[in-house]
């Protein structure tokens, strides 16, 4: 487990801390406040104020002949907590090291620069990086969009007369961060729908903390994910409108896990734990999906009837139907160069036992 490995060196501690709060602040929009629900559950969260630290190298801990990877220590829904809680990592050479809290939006980018070894977002994330020359690579699929197990739901409160596409211009609506899901499968379907979407304000506002926002009128329109849509479900002031399997069938709700090519080429025997552990989980999840919420509730500190359900790509065997649909948006949106990356480039599924040669 983490406890088993031997802690960083104080003065990488130190940038890692620095990094990971900076990493939250830097995501603040005007209505963002810092992510605090299950904070008690998140383990060691990073502390503001310290002087900021000299960017360091990426450093692989041992501790004898086990190897960590660095990677962050959020509250939600996690294949990674899932997969050591339930011991997928024993009997391997391989142990996640938790880094403490780091903001959604800098998960990519982190895992680009090698500041954190593995992270999981969504595919656009990973397409622009890839673009953009960072050294990372999808190596496991993640979540998958089921009709009762949606991976992200739409709320409006129940007086704002908000019922179809063309009621949100001139609206404002509470996505968690820009660049992924919530932006491109929204602005897909309502332009789809003859929505103009230059008339809508799409602001910055983290998952737990969106249910408020919406039902104190600073949003017209909540976009929240699972674990955390559920809790919206149960609210007196608000209606959920859709989901994104209504969108586009799910096809844009795979979140896959993505790892930094220096610890994939230097540890591709560890890349193989992780990818293993990660996929043991996700088909445990698949199998006991309330015994899995369970563990999230505990984790988070939710109540349980408002945690989500979670449901997985089986095995974790990357496809390249949702890569491809994220390379034609991106495309589409004008953020990608035409034929500039192809899905090939974004994933692999040799580190996956499970995957078909």
Not at 13 to 19: E, P, T, V
Not at 160 to 166: C, D, E, L, V, Y
Not at 210 to 218: D, I, K, R, V
Not at 259 to 267: A, C, D, I, W
Request: hydrophobic share 40%; proline share 6%; aromatic share 8%.
């Amino acid at each position: 487990m983490a406890s088993e490995l031997s802690s960083p060196a104080p003065g990488r501690r130190g940038a890692l801390k620095q990094l990971a709060s900076l990493a939250v602040a830097g995501s603040m929009g005007p209505l963002l406040a810092a992510c605090s629900k299950g904070d008690s559950a998140a383990g060691p969260a990073a502390q503001a104020g310290t002087p900021a630290a000299p960017a360091a190298p990426a450093v692989i801990g041992k501790a004898g002949d086990k190897v960590s990877f660095k990677y962050p220590d959020n509250p939600t829904f996690d294949l990674v907590y899932l997969a050591d809680q339930l011991g997928y990592f024993e009997g391997t050479n391989t142990r996640p090291n938790y880094i403490g809290k780091v903001a959604a939006p800098q998960i990519i980018p982190l895992t680009g620069t090698g500041e954190i070894d593995f992270g999981s977002r969504m595919v656009p994330l990973v397409i622009s990086a890839v673009a953009a020359g960072a050294d990372l690579k999808i190596v496991a699929a993640g979540n998958k969009t089921l009709q009762d197990a949606p991976h992200m739901k739409y709320f409006v409160r129940k007086d704002s007369g908000i019922r179809a596409p063309k009621d949100l211009e001139g609206k404002t609506i509470g996505i968690n961060s820009f660049g992924a899901c919530a932006e491109f499968v929204t602005k897909t379907f309502l332009r789809q729908k003859g929505v103009d979407v230059n008339k809508i304000n799409f602001v910055v506002i983290p998952d737990d903390q969106a249910e408020q926002t919406l039902a104190t009128g600073n949003t017209d329109l909540a976009i929240i994910h699972a674990p955390f849509s559920g809790r919206a479900d149960h609210a007196d002031k608000l209606t959920r409108l859709w989901s994104d399997f209504d969108l586009d069938g799910g096809l844009g709700g795979m979140q896959p896990y993505s790892v930094h090519g220096k610890f994939l080429r230097e540890h591709p025997e560890n890349v193989r734990d992780v990818v293993t552990a990660l996929a043991k989980a996700a088909n445990w999840v698949n199998a006991n999906p309330e015994e899995a919420r369970k563990l999230v509730s505990r984790r988070i500190n939710l109540q349980l009837e408002y945690v989500d359900r979670y449901a997985y790509v089986d095995n974790l065997v990357v496809t390249e139907p949702p890569i491809q649909y994220y390379i034609d948006v991106l495309e589409a949106e004008g953020k990608l160069t035409r034929g500039k990356v192809a899905a090939r480039d974004i994933y692999t599924n040799d580190f996956n036992p499970f995957a078909k040669a």
